[in-house]
């Protein structure tokens, strides 16, 4: 199993403290694929990122082949539709691009 370390920073409030957590694996000490599997999607069920478009969506695939396409459907089709929309409405097209870097 992996190790963990954890420290407690001071918020700018001061009025509590944030855990940090970082976990490290290695070749002695893996972090087993099992764990990753069913930790991952709660996590960022509960802490989604603040630059999310849609909601968050896990699929574990081990082909690459299902791996584009769900890409492709999920990721590429909504950001090129989303730019033909902005674009439509006079805006900013970016979504594909943001998408690529991703």
């Not at 700018?12 to 000490?29: A, P, W």
Request: a positive charge.
């Amino acid at each position: 199993c992996a190790w963990v370390v954890s420290s407690k920073i001071e918020l700018s409030s001061g009025s509590s403290q944030l855990k940090i957590v970082n976990v490290g694996s290695s070749g002695r000490n893996p972090i087993p694929w099992k764990f990753m599997l069913e930790t991952m999607p709660g996590y960022y069920y509960r802490h989604p990122t603040d630059k999310s478009r849609g909601p968050i969506f896990f699929r574990w695939t081990s082909s690459s082949t299902v791996y584009r396409l769900l890409d492709f459907l999920l990721h590429q089709v909504p950001a090129a539709t989303q730019d033909v929309v902005s674009r439509l409405k006079g805006g900013k097209a970016d979504a594909a691009r943001t998408m690529k870097k991703i």
